[in-house]
């Protein structure tokens, strides 16, 4: 997977006509973490969604080369959304709606997914 996980990297790199030293740059780390990087080795989750959030995409992309959607968590975040809007009896544009599932998706964690929900519904929408 390492030999993946980079691949993924310096394809990325490529489309953004990024070198190792900017990347280093955007990243805040040196030129040699960007190297170790590039080679398979020692990138960490946190510096993955980081590296994320630098190339406007997915965890997934940059691990796997694509978005690996769980169906069943979305199905259940969508549900919960939907039922927490009619309980609280709250109207949202579709848009917003799309946003917070989105946001549930992305940062709520399957275990505890209700709860997350629920509080971040109460922080987003009220």
Partial sequence: MREHLAANLRRLMQEQSLGPTEL???AKVGRSTVHRWLA???IRQKQIDQLAKIFNTDPDVIIYGKNIINEDKLATIIEIVERYLA???IMVEPEKKAQIIVYLYKYGSIENIEITAYDTLDLLVT
């Fill in 40 to 42: 398979g080795e020692g």
């Fill in 24 to 26: 280093a740059e955007l």
């Fill in 87 to 89: 309980d609280k009896e």
